[in-house]
């Protein structure tokens, strides 16, 4: 009788009009220019701060969360009529240039969301511009 009822529920909290197919795998992230950094917002709810790795290579800042699921848990009477909190892994990656360093980039994780700031550096501009010439 339950699992009826939860059927129904699930065609009630469909995402993928907003987020398409893939989107309960997504990490959703809200990104803010402050002048001369970026702030980043990323949901990740359940997720404990050791699930969570960052890694910055050659100008990619990736984010990374993953969660196991113990197949041998029990709730408190033994068995589980349905499990609908997720798991597996999820990440994102942005470019944030070559000239950051891990140490410039600032993180935070409270009540499920990822705070990230990462400042703005400038590209090193050519110093000796050459012009192509364009045959036609």
């Not at 197919?21 to 997504?26: A, C, R, V």
């Not at 070559?98 to 410039?104: A, C, F, I, M, P």
Request: aromatic residues 10%; hydrophobic residues 30%; charged residues 40%.
């Amino acid at each position: 009788m339950f699992d009826d009822f939860m059927d129904g529920f699930d065609s009630f909290m469909d995402r993928s009009a907003l987020y398409g197919k893939h989107g309960k795998n997504l990490m959703k992230t809200d990104v803010r220019d402050v002048g001369d950094h970026y702030e980043l917002d990323m949901d990740l709810p359940g997720f404990k701060k050791d699930e969570i790795h960052a890694e910055l290579e050659n100008g990619y800042l990736t984010i990374s969360a993953e969660k196991s699921l113990d197949k041998d848990e029990k709730d408190k009477a033994g068995h589980y009529i349905r499990r609908e909190r997720s798991f597996g892994r999820s990440s994102r990656t942005f470019f944030v240039g070559d000239g950051v360093k891990e140490s410039d980039i600032k993180a935070k994780y409270a009540d499920g969301i990822l705070k990230l700031s990462i400042p703005k550096k400038e590209l090193p501009q050519s110093e000796n511009k050459k012009m192509i010439a364009i045959e036609g």
